[in-house]
């Protein structure tokens, strides 16, 4: 999102995985890498990530801050 809280920009990806136990422990104990592209203009932005887990429902999200020069 913007400075003004418009969308500068959005996308959404669907990741399905059937997890065994030891790659759960690995992800609970180090957490998951995602990279993707989102092409935006120079300017301060407010990147928000949702996950969820559709086998139980359960979301999680994330809000940072992004300058892009």
Not at 20 to 27: N, V
Not at 40 to 54: C, F, M, S, T
Not at 57 to 62: A, E, F, K, N
């Amino acid at each position: 999102r913007r400075q003004d809280g418009s969308v500068a920009g959005q996308f959404a990806q669907h990741i399905e995985r059937n997890l065994e136990p030891p790659a759960i422990a690995s992800i609970q104990q180090g957490g998951i890498t995602y990279k993707n592209v989102l092409n935006l203009p120079p300017g301060k932005y407010v990147v928000r990530i949702v996950v969820r887990d559709n086998n139980n429902g359960r979301m999680g999200s994330l809000s940072t801050p992004l300058t892009v020069n």
